[in-house]
């Protein structure tokens, strides 16, 4: 039987809009409050096996975003069931989740802390990340400090680094200069061939995607469209996308 490490099963997700924040607010207390209920996925099905890598395509508002969040557990199902199965690593917004009063080295530990991790394994990792992060004597200075290009940079190289068994990617790999891009784009080879890590990427950039994935799954208005060989995805998604 195949190892299946991503499941969603007639997945819909319903999110309620109302005219305005004040609106929104009174909604907390009461349900008579007015609102257009939008479908961000609808009735979304799809398995993925470990060591599989998959590309999602999608215009903006497809339901591309929504898929990762709750892959991610940031936000959770109206209706349907999700089943995930091992440590995941996104590479969504990078920036997220730093302390900024914290120094780099700090939110090593933190967000590896936050991802499960003992202090012992992430020791053993520290000079890795510090290493590959490329951001010299800043790794000891408050993240307060950093240009977002660094918090970029820092971010990445703890996410890939903390022995991920499910890595998402959503177009963190155009992050800082073409060399270190390039560093990214092989870091994440490395990964997925290596480890048997299962990748998902969610990019525009189809030749990006084609470089990792032998599958696609394409989206439109929340809705699956397509599954299949990632030649057939592209071919479809770029046609949807003119």
Known sequence: MPDIVIEFKEVTKTYKLYKNDKQRLLSVFSKKIPHKDKKAVDNVSFKIQRGESVALFGKNGAGKSTILKMITGVAYPTQGDIIVKGRVSALLELTSGFDPEFTGRENIYLKGQLSGMQDTEIRDLESTIVDFAEIGEYIDQPVRTYSSGMKARLGFAINVNINPEILIVDEALSVGDVAFKNKCLNKVNEIIEKDNVTL?????????????????????????????DIDTAIQRYEQIAK
Not at 200 to 218: E, N, S, W, Y
């Open 200 to 228: 998902l990427f969610v990019t525009h950039a189809t030749a990006t995607a084609k470089q990792f994935c032998k599958r696609g799954i394409v989206m439109r208005n929340g809705k699956l469209i397509l599954d299949t």
